[in-house]
């Protein structure tokens, strides 16, 4: 079967296959949530697996979208059985909103919202994953306690301490990358060469997320002199320019470590490097108030990089906890039911 995959991803012959997948081959069903008054209303892009169990509601990092988690998904729902809710943060993906409102206040808000709107007054049992920005809303929204059926919370790589030293390099980062790509196989293709996403499989298929299709004038240069618009041209830009967020920055990540403490739910924190700990959490930890883990060495876009291990992690957490019952226990107690039928109709044949 590994063998198999590698020929796919690599075109069988060795030769890397950049092309994109489409998400319908991890999620169930997409669609546009609408939430808020008619005439002020913003609609978020949500992608939907599973039909029992808990809802894992995913909040993706920064710059990405809710197709980040497509790969994860499909290995965490082989391992429970669950819900899945993906969706694409606001300025991110496919969502459209009225107003670029950055703040945590008012993105904890939005996944309030989406919820109420997916599952009614009455949700189902939920826990919070997010990775990067996402885990630092995940934070602030159980925190507020804006989910009134949250039962656990899993922050990815979001630690206060080291996310407050990285944003001082962050627009150097943002200005390093290509502004726009002639193809989306050739964004696909730099962010693997680039190291922004390791998994090639991940990669063919979040990418589609971050990058839209464009059309822009060419321009050509007559006689020396005269500029004429002679066709349009099309491109990929990102979908998001972080850098108009700045503002926003500081309040996505300061506090985040306190406030995490303070849940008073079952908590995860997965690193990708024990140096990404704080203080406040490295004494936390030790204390034994949260459950860690670390994961092999990879890049900050670590459900993408490892979607297995972090699956393996979240399943840990939700079947510790008994958030959620483990496929094979389902397989084997389905078996036994089969067996104790089977057994009960022999009996019942035999005794008339």
């Known amino acids: 079967n ?8 690599f075109g069988g012959f060795g030769k890397p296959d950049y092309s994109p997948l489409s998400w319908r081959g991890y999620f169930d069903q997409m669609e546009d949530v609408v939430v808020g008054a008619a005439d002020s209303s913003d609609s978020f892009r949500v992608y939907k ?53 950055f703040s945590t206040q008012t993105m904890s808000r939005d996944v309030a919202n989406v919820v109420q709107a997916c599952y009614g007054e009455t949700p189902p049992p939920m826990v919070l994953i997010g990775h990067g920005v996402g885990g ?7 925190s507020s306690m804006l989910l009134p059926t949250i039962v656990g919370l899993v922050a990815i790589d979001v630690v ?10 962050m627009q150097n980062f943002l200005r390093g990358r290509p502004k726009s790509f002639k193809s989306m196989v050739h964004a696909i293709e730099w962010s693997v060469k680039s190291g ?23 321009d050509v240069l007559l006689e020396g002199y005269i500029t004429v618009c002679v066709c349009l041209q099309s491109v990929y830009n990102w979908r998001i320019d972080l850098s108009k967020a700045e503002k926003y920055w500081d309040g996505w990540f300061r506090g985040t470590s306190n406030l995490f403490l303070s849940c008073n739910l079952p908590k995860l924190l997965l690193l990708a490097g024990v140096d990404r700990l704080d203080r406040d959490l490295t004494i936390a930890q030790m204390q034994g108030k949260f ?20 699956a393996d992690a979240i399943t840990s957490f939700l079947l510790r906890h008994k958030f959620a019952e483990s496929r094979e226990d389902n397989q084997r107690s389905g078996t036994c039911k089969t067996h104790t039928l089977t057994h009960y109709l022999l009996y019942d044949t035999n005794s008339s």
């Not at 590994?2 to 991803?9: G, N, R």
């Open 2 to 9: 590994k063998y198999l995959e590698y020929l796919v991803s």
């Open 49 to 101: 697996a599973g039909t029992g169990g808990p809802v894992l509601v995913l909040l993706h990092g920064g710059g990405h979208s809710a197709l980040s988690w497509a790969v994860c998904t499909t290995a965490i729902s082989s391992r429970v059985s669950c819900r899945v809710l993906a969706m694409d943060l606001r300025g991110h993906g496919a969502t459209q909103v009225q107003c670029d409102d």
């Open 136 to 142: 630092a809303i995940a934070v602030h929204a159980a």
């Open 160 to 169: 206060e301490g080291s996310a407050m030293e990285v944003l001082h390099s």
């Open 196 to 218: 922004q996403i390791q998994n090639l499989e991940s990669a063919r298929v979040s990418v589609v997320g971050q990058i839209k299709k464009c059309e822009v004038d060419k």
């Open 291 to 310: 459950m860690m883990q670390l994961l092999p060495p990879c890049g900050h876009a670590v459900q993408e990089d490892h979607p297995d291990k972090v």
